[in-house]
């Protein structure tokens, strides 16, 4: 059988990765796949590097739309990233019936729904293992491999750069500016590292994992996003103190609430309690937890990014595409796990209306009754008490008093807060940061 | 679109556990699959017992024949276990043009190759997530979403039974025999748990991954077995103070000896350094750690046993049946991975050719020399020594020395351990537990 023809749009870190690899192991994959993978054209803007790369024997184009429009191509690989030439060329590639791989989450996050809708109108897959959590095959996992249950949450460490720098900021006591100066050193964190470090990405890749487990559309603008700029070695500290790991974690839930079903979709620094699996993933590792009503709690770990990584997903996907392009449409695995006339509509619902556990650290004059106060005001307030830290009084008799809540809506705690704030004895601001069991 | 039709043979733990999974998420994995999936006849030997879980709406038959041979059956899904009768009924089924699926482990362990072949020639698929590791889509991800990879390793705790007695060993200081007969109690023991603690049921599933990891037939009979039940609390604890903890795994490698490709294929107790996360997987949970040269490390985690996490595998594999049934069965994911007439021949090796690490317990009279005399024997052998742990003497003089080896191979490993246990000075035998670094 002859091989497929691709075309890759991008030949940055994971442009050559893929091609690197696809060369590499092209025996290997032809034995699986039953036939070759070829890359027979790439768009770049460098002109030179990339023919330095791919040699003399694939053509080298610098218009992306050369590639897309071009009917030799059968599958278009989109590994430029951002979302607005990306769109533009996904949908012409589309409308020219080509099957599309990409491992741009931004692109899917904001244009899945127009993406996807176009390529099933048209009979085309798009595939996009690469744009969550690199290597790891969690999209084929939670579409597929959980097929038969009712997803009842994901919990994912699914941005490296950040979760690099919190391992490091708790391993060495160093505070989040100086490790991300190391970070980008090292070349885990950009240049810009924004996206990263403020958890947009990791809003990206939940937005899709989101719509994958429970059958709804990408809804990122629905997304409650908190990064981990904010946050201070001391918490990391208590934290630990109290048994607990301090993960940005991209999180999404069914739930119910007044009676009405909702999904929680949600990036956040998070305590953990240090016996989970997923608390002890280090550095640059992704790992996702899922957990759904028939096989109970999952969990898939690896490299979240890196060119080969996410090289192993694109050829993946590529694989999966030519087994399927010869499947009748409708019994391809749909985009979004559900077949797309099957969409829930079931909202997200607003942080306010999350049920969560807390941590609460509280700078206080340390004075008699400070204590009570506290208590007081969780109690009227109807949030029970799991933990207490209390520190000794410090420099100018302040002191930090640390409590773990149990359960509660984030309403009521915003609302206690705000009345710990306006208490005589309390110092600047409530540090607040969610806590999941995930037991 | 009309239903899918199943028959289930046999109605056991996994057979109850599916049809509940199938019924309480019919809605769900219509909306995925696109297409409803519906018992139509079940084979049981308690027909009463069947007709229970089943109601009135639902064929319920003595002779798993029957099933078989039902023209209007899509789908054939043998739960009975063991592999005298199943083997005939698989084959019946696929000379029938239905497709299988199937959680038997120990039938694909040792009859996969004909049974592959036969669904081969014929055109129908035969699927197996159910058979390695439960709920955990382990067979999904090494065939599909790792496929752009040369796998390197697969080691995995794939049995439920000894990591819960390990775990519980390790915990609370007991012997072997105490936790199993709480395990037995508890029902995470069979009656006769011989499979299980020996490592057999471990193997069968081992094999299964190797074939598919590597592109090899199964090859059951060459693999390497060793169970827990010799294990002692002593060797235990003793890894537990070198940083270690021991868990039964299976573990296939590619390697190259004296210049030649072999396959590792090999069940055992193995010492593993406590900070994986691996390591840390404790009760009845399973996990499948693989290396692959483009992806590096991925782990994947779950319950690899019970009712419902089976089933979970069942009915995914049942959902990728029917949507893989209308590709043409060249574009089919191939049962091993790789496509049938691209399978290697590269031999399985005998154990003595494996490279690993050591965990060496030696009793000794505590003697002056003694040491000298140990450490002598195994630098002669030209195996280097990465730890060592020796106790104060207890009663009768005697003391434990342990000692951890740098890789070596398994030959000189047992020579040294020879002249070792040929000391005056040596009480007993040699405790020899391989140790992988799995870094």
């Known amino acids: 059988m002859k091989p497929i023809k691709a075309g890759l749009l991008g030949l940055g870190t994971v442009g050559a990765g893929t091609y690197h690899v696809l060369q590499r192991n092209q025996?290997?994959?032809?034995?699986?796949?039953?036939?070759?993978?070829?890359?027979?054209?790439?768009?770049?803007?460098?002109?030179?590097?990339?023919?330095?790369?791919?040699?003399?024997?694939?053509?080298?184009?610098?218009?992306?739309?050369?590639?897309v429009n071009n009917p030799d191509i059968d599958i278009v690989v989109e590994l430029i990233g951002g979302y607005d030439l990306t769109r533009e060329l996904v949908l012409q590639a589309i409308a020219n019936g080509k099957h599309v791989v990409t491992a741009n989450k931004a692109l899917l996050a904001l244009?899945?729904?127009?993406?996807?809708?176009?390529?099933?109108?048209?009979?085309?897959?798009?595939?996009?293992?690469?744009?969550?959590?690199?290597?790891?095959?969690?999209?084929?996992?939670?579409?597929?491999?959980?097929?038969?249950?009712?997803i009842e949450s994901v919990a994912g460490i699914i941005n490296g750069t950040t979760n690099f720098i919190l391992s490091?900021?708790?391993?060495?006591?160093?505070?989040?500016?100086?490790?991300?100066?190391?970070?980008?050193e090292l070349g885990y964190a950009e240049a810009d590292p924004t996206f990263d470090i403020e958890g947009v990405d990791a809003a990206h890749k939940l937005t899709i994992m989101s719509a994958i487990?429970?059958?709804?559309?990408?809804?990122?603008g629905s997304a409650h996003i908190e990064g981990?700029?904010?946050?201070?070695?001391?918490?990391?500290?208590?934290?630990?103190?109290?048994?607990?790991?301090i993960k940005l974690l991209g999180i999404t839930r069914r739930?119910?609430?007044?009676?009405?079903?909702?999904?929680?979709?949600?990036?956040?620094?998070?305590?953990?309690?240090?016996?989970?699996?997923?608390?002890?993933?280090?550095?640059?590792?992704?790992?996702?937890?899922?957990q759904a009503d028939a096989v109970g709690a999952t969990l898939y770990y690896g490299k979240g990014a890196g060119a080969e990584p996410t090289a192993s997903a694109v050829i993946a996907d590529l694989i999966d595409v030519t087994r399927l392009a010869t499947a009748d449409p409708y019994s391809r695995v749909p985009h979004l796990a559900f077949q797309p006339t099957e969409l829930a509509d079931v909202p997200i619902l607003p942080m306010e209306e999350i049920r969560t556990s807390y941590y609460l650290r509280v700078t206080v004059q340390d004075?008699?009754?400070?204590?009570?106060?506290?208590?007081?005001?969780?109690a009227d307030a109807g949030i029970s008490i799991d933990a207490v830290l209390q520190k000794e009084p410090g420099e100018k008799a302040r002191t930090d008093i640390v409590i773990i809540t149990h359960q509660t809506r984030e309403k009521y705690v915003n609302a206690?807060?705000?009345?710990?704030e306006s208490l005589a004895t309390t110092v600047g601001k409530v540090v607040r940061i969610r806590l999941e069991s995930l037991g």
Chains 1, 2 share one sequence.
Request: charged share 25%; net charge neutral; no cysteine.
């Open 111 to 150: 244009h899945g729904n127009e993406i996807f809708e176009a390529a099933q109108a048209k009979g085309v897959m798009v595939a996009f293992e690469a744009a969550v959590a690199g290597g790891i095959p969690i999209i084929k996992a939670l579409r597929e491999g959980l097929s038969a249950n009712r």
């Open 255 to 290: 739930t119910t609430v007044d009676g009405k079903e909702g999904i929680e979709l949600r990036v956040h620094p998070t305590l953990v309690p240090g016996a989970r699996l997923i608390a002890n993933v280090e550095g640059a590792m992704n790992a996702v937890l899922v």
């Open 27 to 67: 025996e290997e994959i032809r034995r699986r796949a039953g036939r070759g993978i070829e890359v027979a054209m790439v768009a770049v803007r460098n002109l030179e590097r990339a023919k330095r790369i791919v040699g003399s024997e694939v053509e080298v184009v610098a218009d992306p739309f050369a590639v």
């Open 213 to 220: 487990a429970f059958g709804i559309p990408v809804q990122f």
């Open 228 to 245: 981990i700029s904010q946050l201070q070695a001391v918490d990391l500290r208590y934290a630990e103190q109290l048994g607990y790991r």
């Open 367 to 378: 004075q008699l009754g400070v204590m009570a106060d506290l208590t007081r005001i969780l």
């Open 416 to 420: 206690a807060i705000a009345k710990i």
């Open 168 to 184: 490091e900021m708790r391993d060495k006591g160093l505070d989040f500016n100086t490790v991300l100066k190391q970070a980008q």
